[in-house]
């Protein structure tokens, strides 16, 4: 049984195609986001970063849809990707964003063993993945050297943001894809599914 | 899109997309690690003028693009210069603190995002996606189910416009475009979103299911239409970028414009 079920969650090229069309969907969003979110900088107040979440989105998008191991990570390095190949701001580092992301979400998804799905998992995969994004920003925008009310507003803002709009948002937009009925082929089977024929 | 490029027969056109990748990929560690002004300002001159000068794009797109570039890429740096820290003051008031430490360490990310993003274009607005996921394939062993995954997604980019135009005209035709206010606006985002997504995964599952029934393997050895190789101009590229990256250390070293060559310092 247990042999049965790891060839279960092995990705098939179904899953990895619709990975990969999702995170290019994504990765056009996140392309066309990109001007927006620099054009509210100016405004100083770190509106911006209330943006910054849907930048996390493509992991946890993707991880509640196929539940699988390796998605999330895949649907963010694809988008990350995908972003640079359409020369969006920032080009290269882009890429290097979306790989820490992506196995930040990944880890919150494989911690629960690819077994939970719940808005609390995914809204903690988009927390991963702004720890991420900080870690990062720390050494490439001196995130430190920002002056302290500043700075705790950015993070705050970032925070809601991002379970915003990479936590309940994907978390919403895949509720309503299952009434759809699009997603039920895409899942592993369950236990439950093999007890509905008994 | 035809009239986006220029021409597809320049130079860098030709280089190996994997070394393209893997070469402006490692610039990222390189200028992660400058924290000179002067160096900042001409790497992201050079890198401008290697723009212009290899770029795939046509003039007047190309000319467009560099200069919102630039201007985003130092509204990047806004709360920088606003709100860093530092202790001379050059302007106050209220909550804005614009300090010299903060204004030149805004201007070094300012212009370390534009590098990076001609960088970013370069690479961009001269690699094709079929030659760079085959060489992706060919000479960094990526996996094919990966790149040929990616590959056929690049294919329905098309027909998801296509699919965005029909959406909008049905609405049209429904008059919920007239509709005003935000349930309204929520309806039509939800009709777009989900319509396009469920498309998407349906049709990426057809072509899944299409790709298998011809035999389309995800382990064995295969054979390539396209071979991927390496040629002179691979050389040149390296020599390029190395002469790029060297002028601008060494111009800031003998031409500093700036007295500010560690902004981490004060």
């Known amino acids: 049984m247990s042999k049965e079920k790891s060839t279960n969650l092995k990705l098939n090229l179904t899953d990895i195609l619709v990975t990969i069309v999702i995170a290019l969907v994504f990765g056009l969003v996140f392309r066309l986001m990109g001007p927006v979110y620099d054009l509210v900088k100016p405004?100083?107040?770190?509106?911006?970063?209330?943006?910054?979440?849907?930048?996390?989105?493509?992991?946890?998008?993707?991880?509640?849809?196929?539940?699988?191991?390796?998605?999330?990570?895949?649907?963010?390095?694809?988008?990350?990707?995908?972003?640079m190949l359409f020369a969006g701001s920032g080009g290269v580092i882009n890429l290097y964003y979306g790989l820490l992301q992506g196995a930040f979400s990944e880890a919150v998804f494989a911690a629960w063993r690819y077994k939970k799905f719940s808005l609390g998992v995914t809204s903690l995969s988009a927390f991963a993945a702004l720890i991420a994004s900080i870690i990062l920003?720390?050494?490439?925008?001196?995130?430190?050297?920002?002056?302290?009310?500043?700075?705790?507003?950015?993070?705050?803002f970032r925070v809601i943001g991002s379970i915003l709009l990479s936590g309940l948002f994907p978390y919403a937009l895949v509720k309503g894809l299952e009434k759809t009925g699009v997603t039920q082929?895409?899942?592993?089977?369950?236990?439950?599914?093999?007890?509905?024929?008994? | 899109m035809d009239n986006v490029w220029a021409s597809t027969n320049k130079l860098f056109f030709k280089i190996n997309p994997s070394l393209k990748f893997l070469l402006i990929s490692s610039l990222f560690i390189v200028y992660l690690f400058v924290q000179n002004l002067n160096t900042m300002i001409w790497a992201s001159f050079f890198f401008l003028i290697l723009y212009y000068l290899v770029s795939g794009l046509a003039g007047k797109w190309s000319f467009w693009?560099?200069?919102?570039?630039?201007?985003?890429?130092?509204?990047?740096?806004?709360?920088?210069?606003?709100?860093?820290?530092?202790?001379?003051?050059?302007?106050?008031?209220?909550?804005?603190?614009?300090?010299?430490?903060?204004?030149a360490r805004g201007l070094l990310l300012g212009l370390r995002t534009f590098t990076f993003s001609l960088i970013g274009m370069i690479f961009a607005t001269t690699t094709l996606p079929v030659p760079f996921f085959y060489s992706l394939m060919q000479q960094l062993k990526v996996p094919v189910?990966?790149?040929?995954?990616?590959?056929?997604?690049?294919?329905?980019?098309?027909?998801?416009?296509?699919?965005?135009?029909?959406?909008?005209?049905?609405?049209?035709?429904?008059?919920m475009t007239r509709q005003k206010g935000i349930k309204p606006l929520y309806e039509r985002m939800n009709r777009y979103s989900l319509t396009m997504l469920a498309q998407s995964i349906r049709r990426a599952q057809r072509t899944a299911i299409a790709m298998e029934a011809k035999r389309f393997s995800m382990t064995e050895r295969r054979t390539y239409y396209y071979?991927?190789?390496?040629?002179?101009?691979?050389?040149?590229?390296?020599?390029?970028?190395?002469?790029?990256?060297?002028?601008?250390?060494?111009?800031?070293?003998?031409?500093?414009l700036t007295p500010f060559t560690n902004v981490l310092d004060h």
Request: aromatic share 16%; proline share 3%; hydrophobic share 55%.
């Open chain 1, 185 to 198: 082929s895409l899942r592993p089977v369950t236990k439950e599914d093999y007890d509905v024929l008994n």
């Open chain 1, 43 to 83: 405004f100083g107040l770190h509106l911006d970063a209330l943006l910054y979440g849907i930048w996390f989105i493509a992991a946890p998008f993707a991880a509640l849809l196929i539940r699988k191991p390796g998605v999330a990570f895949l649907a963010e390095t694809a988008a990350a990707l995908a972003e």
């Open chain 2, 227 to 256: 071979e991927i190789g390496w040629s002179r101009i691979d050389l040149y590229f390296i020599v390029i970028m190395l002469l790029t990256v060297t002028l601008g250390f060494v111009f800031a070293a003998y031409f500093p």
């Open chain 2, 65 to 103: 693009f560099v200069f919102l570039t630039l201007i985003v890429s130092l509204f990047s740096a806004s709360a920088m210069i606003m709100f860093g820290k530092g202790s001379h003051i050059i302007y106050h008031q209220s909550l804005i603190l614009i300090t010299q430490e903060s204004l």
């Open chain 1, 137 to 156: 920003d720390a050494g490439y925008a001196y995130l430190p050297l920002l002056a302290g009310w500043n700075l705790t507003l950015y993070l705050v």
């Open chain 2, 145 to 175: 189910r990966y790149a040929y995954g990616c590959l056929a997604a690049f294919r329905m980019i098309p027909i998801m416009a296509e699919e965005f135009l029909h959406i909008r005209q049905a609405m049209r035709v429904r008059g």
